[in-house]
C-alpha cells in the first residue's frame, strides 16, 4: 500500500512548469514538445500516446497557418474523476491573417484588422503529472472555475 505524500516544492513547480509547457505547445502547435512531455504507456483521452497525437494534430490543423490568433486559458480544478487535478481550457477566437506585401522578408508585416475572422478553437483537460511526466488526459465533467472561487473568497 502506498501512502500519500505531501508534494514538496520543488515537485509543486515541476509539475507547474510541464503544465505550462503542455499549454504553450498546444497555442505553439509544438507537438514534438507535446510528444517528449507525455508517457508513452499513458492514457489519454483514452487514447494510446499516439492516437492522441494524431487527434491533436487534426485538431490543431484547423488553425489557420498564418497569422494572429487571441487565445485566452481559463484555469479551474477537476471535482470528479481526479479531484483536485488542474483543469485548464484553452480557446481560440479572433483570428488576423499577416498581409505581406512584395516580400516575405519585411520586418513589419501589416496586419489586415479589417479581415478578422472568428474561429472556433476550444480544447479543456485536465492531467496528471507522474515523474515528470504526463500520464492522463481527461474530460472532466464537473469543474471549479478559479477565477469565480477567487471572487467567493474575495467576498468573504
Known amino acids: 500500500m502506498k501512502l500519500l505524500q505531501k508534494p514538496s516544492e520543488i515537485e509543486i513547480n515541476k509539475n507547474k512548469d510541464i503544465y ?23 492514457r489519454f483521452l483514452n487514447l494510446s500516446k499516439m492516437e492522441f497525437l494524431g487527434y ?3 485538431l ?20 470528479d474523476q481526479v479531484p483536485g487535478a488542474l483543469y485548464c481550457e484553452i ?4 483570428w488576423t491573417p499577416f498581409s505581406f506585401e512584395d516580400s516575405p522578408f519585411t520586418e513589419e508585416p501589416g496586419l489586415d484588422f479589417e479581415n478578422s475572422k ?39
Open 91 to 94: 480557446i481560440g477566437s479572433k
Open 60 to 79: 490543431l490543423a484547423t488553425l489557420p497557418k498564418r497569422g494572429i490568433c487571441d487565445f485566452e486559458v481559463k484555469k479551474g480544478i477537476c471535482l
Open 118 to 156: 472568428n474561429i472556433k478553437f476550444s480544447f479543456g483537460f485536465s492531467l496528471v503529472i507522474e515523474d515528470d511526466e504526463i500520464t492522463h488526459l481527461f474530460k472532466p465533467k464537473k469543474i471549479l472555475c478559479l477565477e469565480k472561487s477567487q471572487k467567493l473568497t474575495e467576498l468573504n
Open 20 to 42: 505550462e509547457s503542455f499549454c504553450m505547445a498546444i497555442i505553439g502547435r509544438d507537438l514534438n514538445l507535446i510528444k517528449e512531455l507525455l508517457n508513452t504507456k499513458g
Open 56 to 58: 491533436l494534430n487534426s
